[in-house]
């Protein structure tokens, strides 16, 4: 890794179009999303663009993923001494860190799934903390860790939908892990998709960086986390906080 250079990709480059924006810095002054214009609603639009934010929010939420796992560490270790243990997140029947623990779910690969949050995360912390200090990764790098937190959304949304559907039961700390990493991922993948770090083809590479310019990526997440909210309030409802 090396301090971060003027990039050589011009968004001319990835894009086909005319901008005075940098690839690199992620402070261009042209752009034809939410962010066009001069009120306060375009300066905040503007600011989620800017290299600072979205490394600080990859930071912030790899963070707090780093604290979940952790907990659910402690958690399934206290589990293993004694399986009949009351942990502080069993709200309810519905909403219980200790049913999810005791499940085949929670141990896919013969150890508590929380370990691998903890050796994941560093990673991302890392990342993000040496990118706000001006460091710029090799396109390789980046396109490898965007593989293998790709690899491990899935996984997250693969034990939400056993959650869901086959344990029956929620964990507040499994929960704030899946909100973590998918805030990580779309900061990841915002930087990947502007610096053109994906090996996408021409086309794709172009439709994708539009798209990021105009902030689709942020209205689809939010959509994402807003239909999952109302998927688990229609399916549990009240039952979530009683017992």
Known sequence: MRSRPQSSRSVADVTGTDTDADVGSGTGTTAPGLRAGTGPVAAIFRIRHDNRF???TMLVSACISLVASFVLSVDALRLAENPGATLAC???ATLSCGAVAQSWQAQLFGFPNAFLGLIAEPVVITIAVASLGGVRF???FMAAAQLVYTLGLIFAYWLFYQSMVE???LC???LLVTLSTTLVFTSLTHVNVRDDNLYLRRRVQAFAHRAVERDVD???VWLWITGLVVLIAVKYGPALLLG
């Open 54 to 56: 979205i490394f600080t």
């Open 90 to 92: 069993d709200i309810s």
């Open 138 to 140: 090799p396109r390789w």
């Open 167 to 169: 344990i029956g039961a």
């Open 172 to 174: 507040p700390w499994c």
């Open 218 to 220: 942020l209205v689809v």
